[in-house]
């Protein structure tokens, strides 16, 4: 078992910027990619960005690059998410995710294995 823990979500305005952290604890050795989901009200849960945790490549999707960037610290087995440039569009609640079975980083929620509880991050337009 993978246990994630997420940090730093809260209210902001158009424009500004947060940084989310997720601390994973328990067999960490089994992590091969970590990312981030996010899931507005009534939506579905979208991929936003995953980090490969070897040799850290990168993913995102189309309408954050350029503005979020995933990083990684292993040996403090965290991942972060450096947002700027926020949009009312990116209020949702955020969710760390660890995939333990390969080295890609894949877009399906379904082929992610461990979850966070969330954080809510709000932009105010």
């Known amino acids: 078992q993978v246990q994630l823990a997420e940090s730093g979500g809260g209210l902001v305005q158009a424009g500004g910027s947060l940084r989310l952290s997720c601390v994973a604890s328990?067999?960490?050795?089994?992590?091969?990619?970590m990312g981030w989901f996010r899931q507005a009200p009534g939506k579905e849960r979208d991929f936003v960005a995953g980090?490969?945790?070897?040799?850290?490549?990168?993913r995102y999707t189309d309408s954050v690059k350029g503005r979020f960037t995933i990083s990684r610290d292993n040996a403090k087995n965290t991942v972060y998410l450096q947002m700027n440039s926020l949009k009312p569009e990116d209020t949702a609640v955020y969710y760390c995710?660890?995939?333990?079975?390969?080295?890609?980083?894949?877009?399906?929620?379904?082929?992610?294995?461990?979850w966070g509880q969330g954080t809510q991050v709000t932009v105010s337009s």
């Open positions: 980090i490969n945790w070897s040799e850290g490549s990168t």
């Open positions: 328990g067999r960490t050795f089994s992590v091969r990619v």
């Open positions: 995710a660890v995939d333990t079975t390969g080295w890609v980083i894949r877009a399906d929620m379904h082929e992610w294995h461990y």
